[in-house]
């Protein structure tokens, strides 16, 4: 029996933003899903915008996709724990790693070559990069709703997830901040429009 995938279902059970109030919550698993379609997005951007084809836009998607896996046995440590300090960053990076590796040995023999890479990433790697740019922008998007719906408590982060992403060196990001986030203003109607 291969439990790999029932594993990963339980992504939905993992709740983010577990130190603020949220006025809709979001799960793991939907923001994997929401990672991997702007990691897609962003990756084909900054080929186009630089004229070259340097980044694997499917292989991004699924690293976007994967690259909460360990949290289905580490839960989503909120950020201002995870980097507290560089004694508490290395120790939850070496109980990401054991996750990683605890998973990696529910993979079925059949897809292992393929899934491996994918579960415990390389995140100094071209598509790794792309995937922290959307992974910053999905929360970016998570603040700017919260805020929308009259969750100031979200304000801080809005600020500091902003100013992160405007110091980004990829020209996607920039395009991205420019171009497309507005839009996430906007109603259904007046994006039909």
């Known amino acids: 029996?291969?439990?790999?995938?029932?594993?990963?279902?339980?992504?939905?059970?993992i709740n983010r933003w577990g130190l603020m109030h949220c006025v809709r919550s979001e799960n793991v698993m939907e923001h994997s899903a929401m990672v991997a379609m702007l990691a897609h997005c962003l990756a084909v951007l900054e080929n186009k915008l630089s004229g070259e084809d340097?980044?694997?836009p499917e292989r991004a998607a699924l690293s976007g996709l994967y690259h909460e896996t360990a949290e289905v046995l580490t839960g989503d440590l909120p950020t201002p724990v995870k980097y507290y300090n560089a004694a508490i960053t290395k120790a939850y990076k070496e109980i990401e790693r054991g996750a990683e590796e605890?998973?990696?040995?529910?993979?079925?023999?059949?897809?292992?070559g393929?899934?491996?890479?994918?579960?415990?990433?390389?995140?100094?790697?071209?598509?790794?990069?792309?995937?922290?740019?959307?992974?910053?922008?999905?929360?970016l998007i998570k603040c700017r709703e919260e805020l929308k719906a009259g969750n100031a408590e979200f304000a801080g982060a809005e600020k500091s997830t902003?100013?992160?992403l405007e110091s980004s060196p990829l020209k996607s990001v920039r395009y991205f901040l420019d171009e497309m986030l507005p839009a996430y203003e906007l109603?259904?109607?007046?994006?039909?429009q």
């Open 1 to 13: 029996m291969n439990g790999f995938f029932a594993i990963l279902n339980r992504l939905k059970y």
């Open 54 to 56: 340097l980044i694997n």
């Open 102 to 112: 605890r998973i990696a040995k529910t993979v079925p023999p059949e897809l292992t």
């Open 114 to 139: 393929e899934l491996k890479g994918y579960i415990s990433q390389d995140k100094t790697a071209k598509e790794g990069v792309i995937v922290k740019a959307a992974d910053k922008i999905a929360a």
């Open 162 to 164: 902003l100013a992160e």
């Open 187 to 192: 109603t259904l109607d007046e994006l039909q």
